[in-house]
């Protein structure tokens, strides 16, 4: 529901070699009127009765999922690491938003019946909130991430897995040090107001797909994809990698922070068991599955998986079996996930139409090499010589 | 690897997997027809917690066919639509939201704490009459009137014990509890303030993490101060353990528990020895040794059906139906609202809070809360037996 966030900009490509492209503000036109009218759909669909509340609540959850999922392929697919803490930072953004919007609600008079009806202040407390709880994630983030960056590989899967353990013990014992009652303990916080609906779910989606995006195409992005490819290469052509795996580290904490925080309002308890390994695993699942990389590929997999064992409740007792075996049979077949690291482009796939199907590559081959120019481009750069053959990495501009 | 497929290949055939599921799960819808009365039952009954689960599930699946069996509620059959939420608050909440799509009138559910919550706060808007067989926090039944429980809560097992403790003249008890467990914290803390109020004095309260198997540390500092009793309020598995290891360590006194206790002895595997158990006390609502007809009637019903010994679990699972299908029968027979409608699940909430059930688990009604008012059995062990040891009534 969300591809059309994508835009893969192939930015040297001149128009006298005669390829038809369309320019930056159409393309960003394109990708709104999309999202738009992907929105305004839903909506109606929702109001008109179509869509029960029954799957609005899975649509919510698939949205906090698709969040959940890019933003931890920041950190594996465009950064390489592998963090397995991912659940942790979900938690303390689900709780931090949580408990701001709880707190706050009596101070700037807004009552539970107020989300649902969608007061101005409201929708205040709620954007607040959810920074407030992307921030604290962040922070999170940060703290773990300036010591943990420094190892790699096996050691930092394990030393995230530790802090994340440790997020969850403190939520669990963090009343008894303070002396109130702020996490609620072992039993969870309970009566959180239902401020998570579909309309903002699908807004914060959008943003937030945006913003990695954006990030991902950037100039840090491409530093921050080098490093993936080659850690000493970067180091050596200037790039400052603490700095930038500690960017996309923290940048992966927000908007795990963020996701917590409409999963807080769309459940109405947080209890910190539930944030344990298997919750990051569950994540770290969706992000392989798709590929690792691929935008594209997260949204499908987080989508997929979480329609997954609910469609399968007609065959109840099998329906864990079913998952398991879709994953191995995915990882049997496509071991490099369901994509890859294919990214999706409307606008692309318009300009292919408008150039009757044919490639940029198909015009000017200089084109591809005006585009190495920039250092960080260069290992994805070399177009494959024959276009479109059976190799798995297709000769798209994915960069 | 060879094996490997390309992308497109992949997803075409994953699309027409997809597209296969889809058609499939679509098929599965049927209609109910408005001779039956459609009941949800909610549990986890995949996952850690599925033994609950599937407890309750038997206990209540029992009480519905011997309903039917009987010709049903005012000629109708009671028709059960049953789904898992594998102990999850995001599972329990769509599975809520299915049972209300799929039209049902009242749900006997869910079975752990934090999943109920999750339901009680979802289930106030549409003001759906649900009967938990089996969640004690008391957080609840106090989002809105349309949520009742049929088992005792975690503070009220802390105080009965309290009292139990002061009745029995014991002057100092430790307590060891399972500080990751919001069952075993609520009765622990419970007991604590109790105690203090009766003038019994806590030695020394040890909390230890979830998972923990050894527990000599804790039970050393416990034994250190000299009890007259330990208050153990844990799950048995855990409860075995310290009693064993607490024997080990030379203590002598009396172990207490709380109604996690049940399955200690009699299940397939022996937690603790009988003589370990001798002379401990634990609370519960219900015990296969009890003598109650009622009780020894469900026993075998229960035997008979499923081949097997039924637990607390079944039993309030069990009195959880029966809570919410009385009620449904009150309603049908007054005939006055229309199946379905608000004025319906207003009526069956109104007949669970003013009406009683004769449970196997004791006597149940309410007095303006969705806590029940129930006599409670202690329960000790005699030359590795269980006994009733005698019945708290109801406050």
């Given at each position: 529901?969300?591809?059309?966030?994508?835009?893969?900009?192939?930015?040297?490509?001149?128009?006298?070699?005669?390829?038809?492209?369309?320019?930056?503000?159409?393309?960003?036109?394109?990708?709104?009127?999309?999202?738009v009218?992907?929105?305004?759909?839903?909506?109606?669909?929702?109001?008109?009765?179509?869509?029960?509340?029954?799957?609005?609540?899975?649509?919510?959850?698939?949205?906090?999922?698709?969040?959940?999922a890019?933003?931890?392929?920041?950190?594996?697919?465009?950064?390489?690491?592998?963090?397995?803490?991912h659940?942790?930072?979900?938690?303390?953004?689900?709780?931090?938003?949580?408990?701001?919007i709880?707190?706050?609600?009596?101070?700037?008079?807004?009552?539970?019946?107020?989300?649902?009806?969608?007061?101005?202040?409201?929708?205040?407390?709620?954007v607040?909130?959810?920074?407030?709880?992307?921030?604290?994630?962040?922070?999170?983030?940060?703290?773990?991430?300036?010591?943990?960056?420094?190892?790699?590989?096996?050691?930092l899967?394990i030393?995230?897995?530790?802090?994340?353990?440790?997020?969850?013990?403190?939520?669990?014992?963090?009343d008894?040090?303070?002396?109130?009652?702020?996490?609620?303990?072992?039993?969870?916080?309970?009566?959180i107001?239902?401020?998570?609906?579909?309309?903002?779910?699908?807004?914060?989606?959008?943003?937030?797909?945006?913003l990695?995006?954006?990030?991902?195409?950037?100039?840090?992005?491409?530093?921050?994809l080098?490093?993936?490819?080659?850690?000493?290469a970067?180091e050596s052509?200037?790039?400052?990698?603490?700095?930038?795996?500690?960017?996309?580290?923290?940048?992966?904490?927000?908007?795990?922070?963020?996701?917590?925080?409409?999963?807080?309002?769309?459940?109405?308890?947080?209890?910190?068991?539930?944030?344990?390994?298997?919750?990051?695993?569950?994540?770290?699942?969706?992000?392989?599955?798709?590929?690792?990389?691929?935008?594209?590929?997260?949204?499908?997999?987080a989508?997929?998986?979480?329609?997954?064992?609910?469609?399968?409740?007609?065959?109840?007792?099998?329906?864990?079996?079913?998952?398991?075996?879709?994953?191995?049979?995915?990882?049997?077949?496509?071991?490099?996930?369901?994509?890859?690291?294919?990214?999706?482009s409307m606008?692309?796939?318009?300009?292919?139409?408008?150039?009757?199907?044919?490639?940029?590559?198909?015009?000017?081959?200089?084109?591809?090499?005006?585009?190495?120019?920039?250092?960080?481009a260069?290992?994805?750069?070399?177009?494959?010589?024959?276009?479109?053959?059976?190799?798995?990495?297709?000769?798209?501009?994915?960069? | 690897?060879?094996?490997?497929?390309?992308?497109?290949?992949?997803?075409?055939?994953?699309?027409?997997?997809?597209?296969?599921?889809?058609?499939?799960?679509?098929?599965?819808?049927?209609?109910?027809?408005?001779?039956?009365?459609?009941?949800?039952?909610?549990?986890?009954?995949?996952?850690?917690?599925?033994?609950?689960?599937l407890?309750?599930?038997?206990?209540?699946?029992?009480?519905?066919?011997?309903?039917?069996?009987?010709?049903?509620?005012n000629?109708?059959?009671?028709?059960?639509?049953?789904?898992?939420?594998?102990?999850?608050?995001?599972?329990?909440?769509?599975?809520?939201?299915?049972?209300?799509?799929?039209?049902?009138?009242?749900?006997?559910?869910?079975?752990?704490?934090?999943?109920?919550?999750?339901?009680?706060?979802?289930?106030?808007?549409?003001?759906?009459?649900?009967?938990?067989?089996?969640?004690?926090?008391?957080?609840?039944?106090?989002?809105?009137n349309?949520?009742?429980?049929?088992?005792?809560?975690?503070?009220?097992?802390?105080?009965?014990?309290?009292?139990?403790?002061?009745?029995?003249?014991y002057?100092?008890?430790?307590?060891?509890?399972?500080?990751?467990?919001?069952?075993?914290?609520?009765?622990?803390?419970?007991?604590?303030?109790?105690?203090?109020?009766?003038?019994?004095?806590?030695?020394?309260?040890?909390?230890?993490?979830?998972?923990?198997?050894d527990?000599?540390s804790?039970?050393?500092?416990?034994?250190?101060?000299?009890?007259?009793?330990?208050?153990?309020?844990?799950?048995?598995?855990?409860?075995?353990?310290?009693?064993?290891?607490?024997?080990?360590?030379?203590?002598?006194?009396?172990?207490?528990?709380?109604?996690?206790?049940?399955?200690?002895?009699?299940?397939?595997?022996?937690?603790?020895?009988?003589?370990?158990?001798?002379?401990?006390?634990?609370?519960?609502?219900?015990?296969?040794?009890?003598?109650?007809?009622?009780?020894?009637?469900?026993?075998?019903?229960?035997?008979?059906?499923?081949?097997?010994?039924?637990?607390?679990?079944?039993?309030?699972?069990?009195?959880?139906?029966?809570?919410?299908?009385?009620?449904?029968?009150?309603?049908?027979?007054?005939?006055?609202?229309?199946?379905?409608?608000?004025?319906?699940?207003?009526?069956?909430?109104?007949?669970?809070?003013?009406?009683?059930?004769?449970?196997?688990?004791?006597?149940?009604?309410?007095?303006g809360?969705?806590?029940?008012?129930?006599?409670t059995?202690i329960?000790?062990?005699?030359?590795?037996?269980?006994?009733?040891?005698?019945?708290?009534?109801?406050?």
């Open positions: 529901m969300t591809a059309s966030k994508t835009s893969t900009a192939p930015t040297g490509a001149p128009a006298a070699s005669g390829y038809r492209s369309l320019s930056m503000p159409v393309r960003y036109l394109i990708n709104a009127v999309l999202v009218v992907f929105l305004v759909v839903g909506e109606l669909m929702i109001d008109g009765g179509v869509v029960s509340r029954y799957q609005t609540g899975v649509i919510e959850q698939i949205g906090i999922y698709i969040i959940l890019v933003s931890l392929n920041i950190a594996t697919g465009y950064l390489g690491q592998l963090p397995l803490g659940a942790g930072f979900m938690s303390v953004g689900g709780y931090s938003c949580a408990i701001f709880m707190r706050m609600m009596d101070t700037m008079g807004v009552t539970a019946r107020d989300f649902a009806t969608g007061t101005p202040a409201a929708a205040l407390l709620f607040l909130g959810i920074i407030f709880g992307g921030v604290c994630a962040a922070l999170c983030g940060l703290i773990i991430g300036v010591p943990a960056l420094r190892l790699k590989g096996d050691y899967a030393i995230t897995l530790g802090f994340a353990e440790i997020i969850r013990v403190v939520m669990q014992n963090i008894g040090v303070l002396g109130f009652t702020l996490t609620g303990g072992a039993k969870g916080l309970t009566g107001p239902g401020y998570t609906n579909f309309l903002n779910t699908f807004i914060v989606v959008a943003i937030s797909l945006f990695i995006h954006t990030m991902m195409k950037s100039r840090h992005g491409r530093a921050v080098s490093i993936r490819d080659n850690e000493i970067a052509c200037g790039v400052n990698t603490t700095y930038y795996k500690t960017l996309a580290f923290v940048a992966s904490a927000f908007f795990a922070g963020v996701a917590g925080g409409l999963y807080a309002g769309c459940i109405g308890v947080m209890a910190p068991a539930k944030f344990g390994f298997m919750k990051s695993i569950e994540i770290l699942v969706m992000v392989v599955l798709g590929g690792m990389g691929s935008m594209l590929g997260s949204v499908i997999s989508t997929v998986l979480t329609i997954l064992p609910e469609a399968l409740r007609a065959v109840s007792d099998y329906r864990m079996v079913v998952y398991a075996i879709v994953l191995i049979l995915v990882m049997i077949f496509r071991p490099e996930g369901l994509l890859g690291d294919y990214d999706f606008s692309r796939v318009i300009e292919r139409i408008m150039n009757h199907g044919k490639r940029p590559e198909d015009f000017a081959p200089v084109a591809a090499v005006a585009e190495a120019a920039t250092p960080a260069a290992s994805v750069a070399v177009p494959a010589a024959a276009p479109g053959k059976e190799t798995g990495k297709e000769a798209n501009d994915h960069e | 690897m060879n094996t490997n497929i390309s992308r497109r290949n992949f997803v075409k055939a994953g699309a027409v997997a997809g597209m296969g599921l889809g058609l499939a799960a679509c098929g599965g819808n049927s209609g109910s027809s408005s001779d039956t009365i459609k009941v949800g039952l909610m549990g986890p009954y995949t996952g850690d917690v599925a033994q609950y689960g407890a309750c599930r038997y206990g209540a699946e029992l009480y519905v066919k011997q309903v039917n069996d009987k010709g049903g509620i000629g109708k059959q009671v028709e059960l639509d049953t789904q898992d939420e594998k102990g999850d608050a995001t599972e329990a909440v769509n599975v809520y939201n299915k049972l209300v799509e799929d039209g049902v009138v009242g749900i006997i559910g869910d079975v752990t704490s934090t999943p109920t919550i999750a339901v009680a706060q979802a289930s106030v808007k549409d003001n759906m009459p649900c009967v938990t067989p089996s969640a004690t926090a008391a957080d609840v039944i106090s989002y809105g349309n949520y009742f429980r049929a088992c005792i809560t975690d503070p009220y097992q802390g105080r009965l014990m309290a009292d139990f403790v002061a009745d029995q003249g002057k100092t008890v430790g307590v060891i509890y399972n500080q990751g467990g919001d069952y075993e914290q609520g009765v622990a803390d419970a007991f604590t303030e109790e105690a203090g109020k009766k003038g019994v004095n806590v030695s020394d309260s040890e909390g230890y993490p979830s998972g923990a198997t527990f000599n804790q039970l050393t500092n416990i034994i250190a101060t000299k009890p007259d009793a330990i208050f153990s309020p844990n799950y048995y598995q855990d409860d075995g353990k310290i009693v064993t290891q607490a024997r080990k360590l030379g203590y002598t006194g009396v172990f207490l528990g709380a109604d996690g206790w049940s399955n200690i002895v009699g299940g397939d595997e022996e937690y603790a020895s009988a003589e370990d158990l001798e002379g401990c006390y634990y609370d519960c609502s219900f015990v296969a040794e009890n003598e109650d007809e009622k009780v020894q009637d469900f026993i075998k019903a229960y035997k008979d059906e499923y081949n097997d010994t039924p637990s607390n679990f079944c039993a309030l699972g069990y009195d959880a139906a029966m809570i919410l299908l009385n009620a449904i029968e009150t309603v049908e027979k007054d005939g006055k609202a229309a199946y379905g409608s608000d004025d319906y699940k207003q009526a069956v909430v109104d007949a669970i809070a003013s009406g009683t059930a004769q449970g196997v688990t004791g006597d149940i009604s309410y007095s809360t969705g806590d029940p008012v129930k006599s059995l329960i000790t062990f005699k030359d590795g037996a269980q006994e009733v040891f005698k019945t708290v009534e109801g406050e």
